[in-house]
């Protein structure tokens, strides 16, 4: 399963999250359309993130929200960049 970002047209915090993917060679695919106000309030959005916040990411492993776990997520995937230290 690829990674699916639920975010709107120019969100600074998706930037951050799709700089972390290229750093650590990681593909992040965006959702077509995702229309703020309206997307994030359907019950499958809820389902991902009940706070209906955007910024989701669509894993195998489940739903994460919040643009700084999903930055932190996607910089852990590979484990030979150097975005987490050592």
């Given amino acids: 399963m690829a ?6 047209n120019n969100n600074k915090n998706a930037f951050k999250v799709l700089i972390a993917a290229e750093y650590a060679g ?3 695919k965006l959702v ?3 229309e703020v106000e ?9 389902k ?3 706070m209906c916040k955007v910024l ?13 776990a ?11 960049n150097i975005l987490c230290g050592t």
Wanted: aromatic fraction near 10%; charged fraction near 25%; hydrophobic fraction near 45%.
């Fill in 3 to 8: 990674l699916i970002l639920h975010v709107g």
């Fill in 26 to 28: 990681v593909e992040v």
């Fill in 32 to 34: 077509e359309y995702f």
């Fill in 38 to 46: 309206v997307s994030n309030k359907t019950p499958e959005f809820i």
């Fill in 48 to 50: 991902m993130n009940p």
């Fill in 56 to 68: 989701v990411l669509e894993t195998p492993e489940g739903p994460i929200f919040e643009s700084n």
């Fill in 70 to 80: 999903i930055a932190r997520f996607v910089a852990r995937l590979k484990g030979d």
